[in-house]
């Protein structure tokens, strides 16, 4: 089972992320745009991305050329019917991903493989939706996905062996390391990861330092590239919430309890870096601790 052409469906962050890491890789890719807009900004986005490469000196402009060429933005699900592989990385909801990866599986030959970078939702409920779960597992990218070695492999009692073995093959293909993982929810990396934010975030919230300070005491203190904050703010407060409630329902432990901090910065609409503000405020030069940070965290208690 060779993979020779890809399909990724989602052109937010992380789904752009692993588009030009496999596009870098010499495949031919074909985005899904899941929601309408501007397919010129979506390419534009990729090619800022690749000319960042090219003005630190990681890329050759030729090279750079090569790989956006190699990538077709659609909005349309048909034009993945001959993608050897489709990932998935849309919407962190049940019954959305589950839709979706129905109307990806009609249009999909029979050998193609179907991957969902999910992490949180039950991999095994998505299985079950579909008609083919044999050729179904998951591939699960790292934030952000062009730096980030390490991908999740999760597979079912159902994914088939030659589907499992295929999956390492391409991942390795695209410099990644694949770790296969069973279908539990959150694997191995969330299940740690996630219970390690919120914590951070509580401290935050109950005044034992102020957020550079936690995120200093984490970098120099355990040798964390990346203070927890900031990282938080990296993956989007939104995200982090939302694998943090699916965690709880699913494996019913109190470690992925929602803080009210969080679920105020979200229902603020500080989200992180994407949004520009979150536990920092990122619309000057340097990020800086969010100004409306302790009257939120006040608010919060």
């Not at 870098?24 to 000319?51: F, H, I, M, N």
């Not at 993945?80 to 990806?104: F, P, Q």
């Not at 179904?136 to 934030?143: S, W």
């Amino acid at each position: 089972m060779s993979i020779g052409s890809v399909g990724v469906v989602g052109c937010g962050q992380m789904g752009l992320g692993i588009v030009e890491v496999v596009a870098s890789a010499g495949y031919a890719v074909t985005a899904l745009k899941a929601t309408p807009g501007d397919l010129e900004k979506v390419k534009a986005r990729v090619a800022k991305s690749l000319d960042r490469r090219v003005d630190k000196g990681k890329l050759e402009r030729a090279e750079a050329d090569a790989i956006l060429g190699r990538i077709t933005i659609t909005l349309e699900l048909a034009d993945l019917r001959d993608c050897d592989l489709v990932i998935e990385s849309a919407l962190e909801e049940m019954d959305t991903k589950a839709k979706l990866l129905r109307e990806l599986e009609d249009v999909m030959t029979n050998g193609a493989i179907l991957a969902s970078n999910t992490s949180s939702l039950p991999l095994l409920k998505l299985a079950d939706s579909l008609r083919r779960p044999e050729q179904f597992l998951a591939l699960h990218f790292f934030n952000p996905a062009q730096v980030m070695k390490l991908v999740e492999l999760g597979v079912t009692d159902r994914t088939a062996p030659g589907v499992v073995a295929a999956a390492k093959t391409f991942c390795q293909s695209i410099g990644k390391t694949a770790v296969e993982v069973s279908a539990s929810p959150g694997y191995v990396v969330n299940r740690l990861l996630v219970p390690y934010l919120l914590h951070a975030i509580e401290t935050l919230e109950e005044g034992v330092a102020d957020a550079p300070a936690v995120d200093a005491a984490m970098q120099l203190g355990c040798n964390h590239p990346i203070g927890p904050l900031a990282l938080a703010d990296l993956i989007g407060l939104d995200v982090v919430m939302a694998m943090a409630t699916t965690l709880q329902r699913e494996l019913a432990d109190s470690r992925y309890r929602v803080p009210s901090l969080l679920r105020r910065l979200v229902a603020d609409q500080q989200l992180g870096r994407k949004s520009g503000i979150g536990l920092y405020d990122y619309r000057g030069k340097e990020p800086v601790t969010n100004p409306a940070l302790r009257p939120i965290a006040e608010a919060a208690e």
